[in-house]
């Protein structure tokens, strides 16, 4: 007798825990900051997204709050029908002043934005070429797109450049992250901007963990590179990392946003962000622009942990970025010491593979405006004692 479905899928969950690749989610009890209530323990995040400590700024919760009075919770509908708020059409406004693009749109989470956007521009007879460590919505939305997918070596401009040159026909859509989310690392910008006019290529940069931390404004890697809309013409970014909020954006051309609103399916086929989301991050562009101490404190702490880390013996990767990657390899060792740091009051992202290509299992490590300096000293000094621990015990 054949299994049922879920004799199959028990026994391809267990297969999961045996390779010490498992998921589990913990209960996040408090308001996002850097000190946390999770699973019923007081801990200092080390793992949040919120690169500048805007996710619970008083003047972001209030403007919030008031927008929810005003517009009410829900957004009611999908922007072509009529949940295009005025507060969306002014954020999609002053994001477009924002990244020096003449327009801008909003989309509900950054997913959706790089999945509609790759699937409007190209179709069957063109080609994407995307960066062996794309994030998976940017893989994914190549392979949705009907378009011959190629994916060149991590940052290896040459290798994109003689893909470019061999392809002959069809559009040419060169995609990238512009910070990787798991490696820390930037693509180069420059380079690939010239290349892609060498070849006819469009240049898309998801740039989701570059906005607000990067560029001397906290535009990214667009304005730290100086790149307009010419070398440059798809700008993601989203909303729910250095601005603290929720969903995502694609800046670029009064022709590239009237394409995506009439056909980008990830659009038009879904429910506007809530007006007051839309209130919140307009104050948070604000406090992002004006207060360029988070930015220049987050450096420091950046600076201050790779210092520590190096001190140790251990193996960084090669990010300047508030992305700190702590190379283990041994995927059994990095769930351990994640265990390990939870005990002692630290959460960090134990990452392992498929997440993460097989041997390259790390702590990945994620720095925030809000942390102090002691608190980033005690993480190194944690890392350190739950290494000599799990040694000890023969691991």
Known sequence: MSLSMDQQLQKRLAQRRADNLYRQ???????QNSIVQVDGKTCVAFCSNDYLGLASHPAVIDSLRRGVETYGVGSGASHLIYGHSQEHHALEEELAAFTGRPRALLFSTGYMANLGTIRALVDKGDHVFEDRLNHASLLDGGLASNARCQRYKHLDVSDLARRLAKTEGGRKLVVTDGV???????APLVEMAAVCRQYDGWLMVDDAHGFGVLGENGGGLAEQCQLDVEELPILMGTLGKGFGTFGAFVAGSEALIETLIQYARTYIYTTALPPSVAAATRISLKILRRESWRREKLQSLVSRFRQGIADLGLELMDSSTPIQPVLLKNDALCQKVGEKLREKGFLVGAIRPPTVPVGSARLRV????????????????????????LQKEGL
């Open 25 to 31: 989610r913990h209960l996040l009890q408090s308001a």
């Open 366 to 389: 994620t720095l925030c405006a809000e942390h102090t300096e002691e608190q980033v000293d005690a993480l190194v000094d944690a890392i350190d004692s739950s290494l000599t621990e």
């Open 180 to 186: 990787f989310s798991m490696d820390g690392d930037v």
